[in-house]
């Protein structure tokens, strides 16, 4: 996939270690403040309220029913205050297999499963591990096992290192893993795992074991000493996936059915083991509604749709980005991990969302809007893009869910030639990023949904004042 788009998307929700100029960690008294403003908060389920953010918020809905009415919304957009949905727009694709079949239609959701991995990680050492009394005992330890070494979990017999443990297995803790401050190489980007067969990007079509992917990361260095820097990493979650499995005695996959999927009636939502989308469609009959992904190239002509290149097998994405999923599981999802909070106790639940380096807690992003927070993760895998955003203050989810992704020459080297050409008139690389961004709707003009609309995150965030237009 053209790596500059997955630049140009990924930058501007200011994630995957591509920026690295997000504003100063605020103070954890501020920052107590504003999560007992949202438990003290009152609300109204009826409609969006009248919020600082509401008028760009609505602004951003425009945008979206527009492009709906135009055919180029591709994918699912969703939105809901508390449990009532206000407004779910599909695609005609997405529709019709909506109507043919029973369920909701589903989506790969990339990195946006990385919340579910950390979520999945602090629920095991609670239940399997932390000792205490009271929660707020059980979470103490809780975090006290977080900053243990990582060989305390996986020991030199581990399978993952298959007899060779390396050294700073004594020195990574998983609140690093999670926190994406370990130092470790972010694998998927790395020759050798390219290299993996003569044909390139089809590495990621062949299924690919946690060790055989360990075996690559061995041999590079740490990037930098752990804890002192964030550097957006797979590897980090692909290990906590393994931590997991040697806490609870299962694979990941089915941790998360048996802690989360069941018990919140999650019925459409899956995290394979391996299998690409072409596959688990075909011969799985739970991913019968698995929406098919493809690519275009709005340099010539937006409307021709191609299958991609290739295909991302989930089992080298296991904890990083393995889970499909649906618009309605992924409410009941935000519903029950930030509203009821039937997922984690209270104290852990504030460790889970706690800001470390460049605003990233466990498995979730935060931005500050007006007087509040937006908690979100974006993913991507293949041509499917997720965005699950939640706003506490208002109870308000946001989801979209895509298939079709730009992959073109042309317009990867003006996103190159423009944003080389920006950086010392506008130093910011977000809005750098978000002009360029602009200047490619404008002379693109039949540019697919896909490319629209990701500037919410910026604009809640105050990143930028403009509206939405």
């Known amino acids: 996939m053209n790596k500059n788009f997955y ?66 919304l591709d994918g699912e957009f969703l939105v809901a205050k508390g449990s009532k949905v206000l407004l779910d727009l599909k695609s005609a694709d997405v529709a019709e297999i909506a109507v043919d079949t029973i369920g909701a239609p589903q989506f790969m959701i990339g990195s946006t499963s990385k919340q579910f991995t950390a979520a999945a990680l602090l629920k095991a050492l609670y239940e399997n591990m932390a000792h205490g009394e009271s929660e707020t005992e059980k979470t103490a330890d809780v975090k006290r096992l977080l900053h243990l070494p990582l060989s305390h979990f996986l020991p030199e017999d581990a399978v993952i290192w298959e007899g060779v443990m390396p050294a700073w297995a004594n020195k990574i803790n998983l609140h690093q893993l999670l926190s994406h401050t370990s130092g470790l190489p972010n694998f998927p980007t790395l020759p050798e795992f390219h290299a993996m067969n003569s044909l390139g990007k089809q590495a990621l079509e062949i299924p690919h074991s946690k060790a055989e992917i360990m075996k690559i990361v061995l041999k590079y260095p740490l990037n930098f000493t752990p804890g002192s820097k964030f ?59 698995l929406i098919p992904q493809y690519s275009y190239d709005p340099a010539c002509d937006p409307a021709i749709l191609h299958p991609p290149f290739y295909l991302d097998d989930v089992s080298w994405v296991q904890g990083a980005g393995s889970i499909i999923s649906t618009a309605p599981d992924l409410l009941k999802w935000n519903i029950a991990l930030h509203l009821t909070k039937t997922i984690l106790p209270n104290v852990l639940y504030e460790l889970y969302i706690t800001k470390n380096l460049n605003d990233y807690a466990y498995g979730i ?102 509206e939405v237009k």
């Not at 009152?42 to 425009?62: E, M, Q």
């Not at 609870?248 to 802690?259: D, E, I, R, V, W």
């Not at 939640?390 to 298939?403: G, K, V």
């Open 231 to 289: 550097s957006y990493c797979n590897t980090g979650y692909l290990l906590t996936a393994e931590v997991i499995s040697a806490i609870t005695g299962m694979p990941l996959s089915l941790y998360l059915k048996k802690a989360f999927f069941d018990p919140l009636g999650l019925l459409s939502t899956f995290s394979p083991e391996t299998g690409n989308s072409v596959q688990l469609r075909e011969f799985a009959p739970c991913f019968t509604r």
């Open 365 to 466: 992003c935060l931005f500050d809007i007006c007087d509040g927070i937006m908690l979100y993760h974006p993913g991507r895998i293949g041509n499917y893009t997720s965005t699950l955003v939640y706003i506490p203050e208002d109870e308000i989810t946001i989801i979209r869910l895509t298939h079709i992704c730009i992959d073109s020459p042309t317009i990867e080297k003006e996103i190159d030639e423009w944003t080389e050409g920006l950086k010392d008139q506008i130093p910011d690389p977000i809005e750098r990023q978000l002009i360029v961004r602009r200047k490619i709707i404008e002379k693109y003009p039949d540019i697919r949904g896909n490319f629209r609309g990701e500037e919410i995150f910026s604009i809640l965030s105050k990143r930028i004042t403009v």
């Open 7 to 72: 630049k140009l998307v990924f930058c501007s929700l200011a994630i995957g270690g591509l920026v690295n100029s997000l504003a100063a960690i605020e103070s954890s008294a501020i920052w107590m403040q504003k999560i007992a403003k949202i438990k003290n908060a009152p609300h109204d389920h009826n409609s969006i309220p009248n919020s600082c953010l509401s008028k760009k918020l609505r602004s951003y809905i425009k945008e979206i029913s527009a492009l709906h009415q135009e055919g180029i």
